[in-house]
């Protein structure tokens, strides 16, 4: 498994964990949760909606989510793995 895979997966976990975190806490302040948590404005929408909706709208949440940070851990993996041929 190449070093960007691993960034990728380890990435997309630390952002799952990261949410739970957010939420567990309660944080207030909107602006860190819009950088740290960029999908949670996709919750906003869903207001007084029925249980389906709101499992379909935390699903893409989640996913969303997993996604951004994996994309990081993705990048930080792959100039992880440049700096090793160079170095």
């Known amino acids: 498994m190449t070093s960007s895979t691993k960034g990728a997966i ?3 976990c ?3 964990v990261l949410m739970l975190v957010m939420i567990e806490s309660n944080v207030e302040a909107t602006g860190l949760w819009l ?3 960029p999908s949670a404005m996709f919750g906003s929408i869903h207001g007084q909606g029925g ?3 709101c499992l379909v709208v935390g699903s893409i949440e ?3 989510q997993f996604l951004a940070y994996a994309a990081l851990g993705w990048m930080v993996g792959a100039v992880v ?3 090793r041929k160079e170095g």
Do not use: E, K, S
Request: glycine share 28%.
């Open 10 to 12: 380890i990435g997309g």
């Open 14 to 16: 630390l952002g799952i």
């Open 35 to 37: 950088v740290l948590w």
């Open 51 to 53: 249980g389906i909706f």
């Open 62 to 64: 989640v996913g969303l």
């Open 81 to 83: 793995r440049i700096a």
